[in-house]
């Protein structure tokens, strides 16, 4: 794999490498991947292939329409995606996925702090179009590893209205919130889902809060 990121444009078997967009985030001003024009890199359909590395990157999916996916190709034990908000770097979560739909795929979320340090230190997902949960969920995260964020409400994750995050062969683990929530916090009628398989490894365990520690 040479140090690249393709994305599959359209699904058609195209990869074009756009490694120019993605390069060159920071802690203070990390990249933005997202479907809306503004992005550093719009994206609103096909996947994003990351190689080995710390990308100082947020995405952001707000369209209903977008179908996009974020994969690491050799796993999250060599693509992490992070903020640096830990360490005094960028606020936000990492991944933020509002009435639309995401999949990650073999990537680690490390060291987000939270939209405005308050709820979702690596994740927040929202719906609150539809009045109920949405019929697939709002965030797929598989044979991923969500470690060492903090916030004060959910210090991995946080899901509001009737979002909805599925977890498949994922971690949680090693988060922290100052309030509530170590691993996640759930508000109003969202969802979490965790499963894993036989080969894979999936829960959300030594989470740190005041209250609820895991959850």
Not at 11 to 33: F, K, Q, Y
Not at 165 to 183: K, Q, S, W
Request: charged share 15%; aromatic share 8%.
């Amino acid at each position: 794999c040479r140090d690249e990121t393709g994305i599959n444009g359209k699904r058609d078997g195209t990869e074009t490498d756009v490694t120019a967009s993605v390069l060159g985030g920071t802690s203070s001003d990390p990249i933005v991947v997202g479907d809306y024009l503004s992005a550093d890199l719009y994206v609103d359909d096909g996947t994003l292939y990351l190689c080995d590395g710390y990308w100082y990157m947020k995405v952001v999916i707000t369209d209903p329409t977008s179908n996009v996916t974020v994969a690491g190709r050799n796993g999250w034990e060599y693509t992490t995606l992070t903020t640096g908000g830990v360490w005094g770097g960028s606020s936000g979560s990492i991944v933020a996925v509002s009435n639309a739909s995401l999949t990650l795929d073999g990537v680690d979320l490390y060291g987000g702090i939270g939209s405005d340090g308050e709820k979702g230190g690596a994740i927040v997902v929202e719906q609150t179009s539809g009045g109920a949960t949405p019929a697939t969920p709002n965030l797929t995260i598989r044979n991923s590893f969500v470690e060492g964020n903090f916030t004060q409400y959910g210090g991995a994750i946080a899901v509001l209205g009737y979002g909805w995050i599925a977890l498949e062969d994922t971690l949680v683990m090693f988060n922290e919130a100052a309030v509530a929530g170590g691993g996640e916090w759930v508000q109003d009628r969202g969802t979490v889902t965790c499963e894993g398989s036989v080969l894979g490894e999936a829960g959300v365990v030594y989470n740190y809060s005041p209250l609820a520690g895991d959850v």
